[in-house]
């Protein structure tokens, strides 16, 4: 994929030359080119797994299949919420991403989308989305959907990506409350169950985005985003990924004795996924230490299938 050039015209938001790219492309009738810039600021592939793990916690809270109504309701509140925030983070994150070259074609970057109009686009789908969820669920499933919105944008966002090395760690809440959000969505209450999910959510993130930082720690190091990848030694890097997948795989298994009705359907996959997990952060680990490339998409990539697998084998194991 081809590059914008290295320095944008102008860094400060609202300025005239952003303004005046931001409108051009609607002067120059591409609508499209618009309408998909916005769809990418919600950032997609974000929202669709934030919803493999939404469904089955309501699956197995309902012990079966629950209201469509109620399933259709909590998956577009909760991809507009997710929506919301990466809106928002887009827009607080602009300055950075401009300086990053992964991120360099995003539509704030690249005047698509003004700031103005994707701050109130993010405002908007983070208000229609509260009040679909209290219109339609339970107050403890949208102070939750809310509580994630804002907890991602204004501590996260604002505040531990820019300032500590343990950013991944406590911004690893938010990714995991779509979990409780579902599960409460159902049930108005939350039970050990629940929180073993949330907790495999929560251990994921590590790796996962460990090695992504990885890969783009010339990028985060840019931009002056403190990720540890960035400011730590590779052992000290890969001591926590294995740390946080081992503890993954313990609290997906965690999962089983503490559901009731919990069997072999979601066993058997969890024990399966769970093993190719720890011999890939392994060899993640075991090419660092002897010097060679770490490849660490390979355990990224392979880290979303994990957690695909393993949702959808509680999904299936609610159903039987």
């Known amino acids: 994929m081809s590059?914008?050039?290295?320095?944008?015209?102008?860094?400060?938001?609202?300025?005239?030359?952003?303004?005046?790219?931001?409108?051009?492309?609607?002067?120059?009738?591409?609508?499209?080119?618009?309408?998909?810039?916005?769809?990418?600021?919600t950032k997609p592939r974000i929202v669709e797994q934030l919803l493999v793990t939404t469904v089955p916690p309501m699956m197995l809270a309902a012990g079966g299949l629950p209201s469509l109504w109620l399933i259709a309701v909590v998956l577009l509140g909760g991809s507009l919420a997710a929506g919301a925030a990466s809106v928002i983070n887009c827009y607080i994150d602009r300055d950075i991403d401009q300086v990053m070259r992964r991120t360099k074609r995003r539509p704030l970057p690249s005047h698509t989308v003004s700031p103005r109009s994707a701050l109130v686009f993010g405002l908007v789908l983070a208000a229609?989305?509260?009040?679909?969820?209290?219109?339609?669920?339970?107050?403890?499933?949208?102070?939750?959907?809310?509580?994630?919105?804002?907890?991602?944008?204004l501590v996260y966002t604002l505040w531990l990506k820019r300032t500590t090395t343990q950013n991944t760690f406590w911004g690893g809440i938010c990714g995991a409350t779509p979990v409780l959000i579902g599960w409460v969505a159902v049930t108005g209450s939350l039970d050990p169950v629940a929180w073993a999910l949330f907790a495999?959510?929560?251990?994921?993130?590590?790796?996962?985005?460990?090695?992504?930082?990885?890969?783009?720690?010339?990028?985060?190091?840019?931009?002056?985003?403190?990720?540890?990848?960035?400011?730590?030694?590779?052992?000290?890097?890969?001591?926590?990924?294995?740390?946080?997948?081992?503890?993954?795989?313990?609290?997906?298994?965690?999962?089983?004795?503490?559901?009731?009705?919990?069997?072999?359907?979601?066993?058997?996959p969890a024990l399966t996924v769970g093993s190719i997990f720890l011999i890939e952060a392994h060899r993640l680990a075991g090419r660092a230490g002897r010097?060679?490339?770490?490849?660490?998409?390979?355990?990224?990539?392979?880290?979303?299938?994990?957690?695909?697998?393993?949702?959808?084998?509680a999904a299936l194991d609610a159903l039987v």
């Open 3 to 41: 590059m914008i050039t290295e320095r944008p015209v102008s860094t400060a938001a609202g300025s005239p030359a952003r303004a005046n790219a931001a409108s051009g492309a609607t002067a120059r009738g591409d609508w499209r080119a618009v309408l998909r810039a916005y769809v990418l600021l």
């Open 128 to 153: 229609v989305s509260t009040v679909l969820m209290a219109a339609f669920t339970n107050w403890p499933a949208t102070l939750l959907t809310l509580a994630s919105i804002a907890y991602y944008d």
């Open 200 to 268: 495999v959510v929560f251990f994921w993130q590590m790796p996962h985005f460990y090695a992504l930082a990885i890969k783009y720690r010339t990028d985060y190091a840019r931009a002056n985003i403190p990720m540890l990848p960035v400011v730590a030694s590779v052992r000290r890097v890969n001591v926590e990924i294995l740390l946080f997948s081992w503890l993954t795989v313990l609290a997906s298994l965690l999962v089983w004795p503490l559901g009731d009705g919990i069997g072999p359907v979601y066993l058997v």
């Open 291 to 313: 010097g060679e490339p770490m490849r660490p998409m390979r355990l990224f990539h392979w880290s979303t299938t994990y957690l695909t697998i393993l949702f959808l084998g």
